[in-house]
């Protein structure tokens, strides 16, 4: 997780320069309020967790076929009349589904 995402969470008008990615060397310029290195690593801990919490949706973002392709497996199986959970599509998007639970 990055320094700066943390900085401006807690403060969205920050102005700092960091170096390395690292807390423990931030320039605070034009007047910035200084934020404890502690008050930051917090913020960071709880992005991160908010990040890992999320990732089950980019695994199933990456894992769903496109749009394109899953209104293709809805319109055959309209036209067969599977317009339920016997259809291609549902069936993908349960595995999908099945295999990155939230």
């Known amino acids: 997780m990055n320094i700066i995402k943390a900085i401006i969470a ?3 008008n920050a102005n700092v ?3 390395d990615n690292d807390v423990d ?3 605070w310029l034009n007047g910035t309020e200084v ?3 502690s008050d930051i690593e917090t913020k960071l801990a709880e992005l991160q967790s908010a990040f890992d919490a999320k990732e089950y ?3 199933r973002a990456a894992a769903f076929k496109q749009i394109k392709e899953q209104l293709d497996l809805l319109y ?3 036209l067969a009349d599977k317009g339920d959970k016997t259809g291609e599509w549902f069936k993908h998007i349960k595995a999908v589904k099945d295999a990155n639970p939230k």
Request: aromatic content about 0%.
């Open 17 to 19: 320069l960091i170096e």
């Open 76 to 78: 055959k199986d309209m």
């Open 35 to 37: 934020i404890s290195k």
């Open 57 to 59: 949706q980019r695994d």
């Open 10 to 12: 807690i403060n969205p």
């Open 25 to 27: 060397q931030i320039t």
